[in-house]
């Protein structure tokens, strides 16, 4: 069998593109090499690994089944290259996800000090919401995962990470500012700003807050965590956010603190493929995630 490296290559990056001419782009080729390099590999496979919907490629069982084997072997041919060219012992590189609030307040401090640590090349830090994070993932363009919502994938290891407390928030001019105390019945028919289906933030509100509610109403649906404090400093509406996204806008008094009767609390997580080779990089910056 006269499987190479290039189509494997080429194979990963269709998988994950879903076109043949994202993934020439991506590998900075032509669609026709991308087109001989998938036909070689599937006339050595002697199977085709994707099905053809709607001018896309999609795995199929096959494919699915190359998809972790090829990683793997693209992986370690990077180690190999890496072992005998440079001088660090950590070599390689890292694409890392992170849900909104880690991307944005915890990751760039992790990086650095990691860096500082382990020279090496952070290729990619994708800050998206959850269910983006999982996604990528699964589709092995990461290779680990920072986020704020549960997974619940049998393809996914999940270990608890650090943790974070939840701030309800509202405008200085809105009713709740000045209470002393508040309790689930003050929130009943309230008004809230919640981010999009998929994010961590969401989740934890519809859990630990809206299931305990009789009613409320959703004002707003937005994407960032800044356009909710923004929105919300206009009084829009009620939001419960990470304290380490809502601080800045507390201590410049564009926000308030609600002060609600029982402490918020969410966990963090930190997310592998099951089936993700980790290299010795992967597995140095694993370790140093767990005893930060």
Same mark, same amino acid.
């Given at each position: 069998m006269r499987i190479s490296l290039k189509q494997l290559n080429v194979f990963t990056a269709i998988a994950?593109?879903?076109?043949?001419?994202?993934?020439?782009?991506?590998?900075?080729i032509t669609k026709p090499a991308v087109s001989l390099s998938l036909s070689e590999l599937e006339k050595n496979?002697?199977?085709?690994?994707?099905?053809?919907?709607? *001018?896309?490629?999609?795995?199929?069982?096959?494919?699915?089944?190359?998809?972790?084997?090829?990683d793997e072997?693209?992986?370690? =041919?990077?180690?190999?290259?890496?072992?005998?060219?440079?001088?660090? /012992?950590?070599?390689?590189?890292? *694409? !890392?996800? =992170?849900?909104? @609030?880690?991307g944005n307040h915890i990751a760039p401090v992790l990086l650095s000090q990691f860096q500082q640590q382990h020279p090496c090349d952070i290729q990619q830090l994708f800050i998206s919401n959850t269910a983006q994070i999982i996604n990528r993932l699964l589709e092995f363009q990461l290779d680990i995962g920072l986020v704020e919502g549960k997974a619940h994938h049998p393809k996914l290891n #999940? %270990?608890?990470?650090?943790?974070?407390? #939840? $701030? !309800?928030?509202?405008?200085?001019?809105?009713?709740?500012? @000045?209470?002393? /105390?508040?309790?689930?019945?003050d929130l009943d028919h309230s008004t809230w700003l919640l981010r999009e289906e998929g994010s961590g933030?969401?989740?934890?509100? !519809? *859990?630990? !807050?809206?299931?305990? +509610?009789?009613?409320?109403?959703?004002?707003l649906q937005l994407h960032t965590t800044e356009a909710i404090i923004n929105c919300c400093s206009e009084n829009m509406g009620l939001a419960c956010i990470s304290q380490l996204?809502? /601080?800045? =806008?507390?201590?410049?008094?564009? +926000?308030?603190? %609600?002060? $609600?009767?029982?402490?918020?609390t969410r966990q963090y997580w930190l997310l592998l493929h099951?089936?993700? $080779?980790?290299?010795?990089?992967? /597995?140095?910056? +694993?370790? $140093?995630?767990?005893?930060?």
């Open positions: 994950q593109e879903k076109t043949m001419t994202k993934a020439a782009e991506r590998l900075f496979l002697g199977y085709k690994v994707f099905d053809r919907v709607n *001018n896309r490629l999609v795995l199929n069982s096959e494919g699915r089944q190359l998809l972790p084997l090829a072997l693209l992986e370690r =041919a990077e180690a190999i290259e890496h072992q005998f060219t440079a001088d660090s /012992q950590l070599t390689g590189s890292l *694409n !890392i996800g =992170a849900s909104d @609030t880690i #999940m %270990i608890e990470w650090q943790s974070d407390d #939840m $701030y !309800i928030v509202c405008a200085p001019s809105h009713p709740l500012a @000045t209470k002393n /105390q508040v309790s689930l019945d933030s969401r989740e934890y509100f !519809i *859990n630990h !807050i809206a299931a305990n +509610l009789n009613d409320w109403h959703e004002s996204a809502a /601080q800045n =806008a507390i201590n410049d008094g564009r +926000l308030v603190k %609600i002060s $609600y009767e029982k402490r918020l099951k089936e993700k $080779y980790q290299t010795p990089l992967l /597995q140095q910056f +694993l370790a $140093y995630c767990e005893e930060s």
